[in-house]
């Protein structure tokens, strides 16, 4: 059995999105390094309440604690919070929670959707693949990790209107065909 095929169906496919995507078009420029490093860790989740997916997360965080060669940690949800509404739902309590067990200002949360739309964004806006993934992610990252990588990039406040207007150019239609690419079945 190769590597490959040991992967759930979420890695297979959010390992690719995070190539094909994220660091291809450098819509996250620390990504790349983090990759080739191999320090993302993929974690599918079975969950389905937003009670049992918090607890998940929490046990996600008390894992990079444990793990410090782990710099990230992306959380799909295989089955749960299709709906983006209940996801947000889901996010904000991720949030809360993370500040009431003690993780605030070690880890914060950057999430992703198959259907995400930004606050005051059309549905159809090109923007919105700049955090739509192949499926529901809560992505746990180290906020000393965060802030060295800020500190030196230039003009780091330029990323998302970097990765706006590049996802404007290429149009939804391209986007939607990379994430559709993202979610065929391997081999």
């Known amino acids: 059995m190769t590597e490959q095929t040991k992967l759930t169906l979420p890695e297979q496919q959010?390992?690719?999105w995070v190539a094909n995507v994220i660091v291809k078009y450098n819509f996250c420029p620390f990504a790349r390094k983090e990759v080739e490093n191999n320090c993302i860790h993929y974690q599918t989740s079975q969950a389905t309440s937003i009670d049992?997916?918090?607890?998940e997360m929490i046990e996600q965080c008390i894992e990079l604690d444990q793990q410090p060669t782990r710099e990230t940690t992306l959380l799909m949800f295989e089955q749960g919070f299709t709906d983006f509404e209940e996801f947000l739902d889901l996010v904000d309590l991720a949030n809360a929670l993370l500040v009431a067990q003690g993780f605030e200002?070690?880890?914060?949360?950057?999430n992703f959707h198959p259907?995400?739309?930004f606050?005051?964004?059309?549905?159809?806006?090109?923007?919105n693949y700049t955090n739509r993934a192949p499926f529901p992610t809560l992505?746990?990252?180290?906020?000393?990790?965060?802030?060295?990588?800020?500190?030196?990039?230039?003009?780091p406040e330029s990323i998302p209107d970097h990765n706006i207007n590049l996802a404007r150019r290429k149009g939804i239609d391209f986007w939607q065909q990379l994430l559709a690419g993202c979610k065929k079945p391997s081999a």
């Open 14 to 16: 959010t390992r690719l």
């Open 115 to 117: 259907d995400y739309v």
């Open 105 to 110: 200002g070690k880890y914060q949360i950057a």
């Open 139 to 155: 992505h746990l990252i180290r906020e000393a990790s965060m802030s060295a990588a800020l500190d030196d990039y230039n003009e």
């Open 119 to 127: 606050a005051d964004s059309d549905d159809n806006d090109a923007a």
């Open 52 to 55: 049992d997916a918090v607890m």
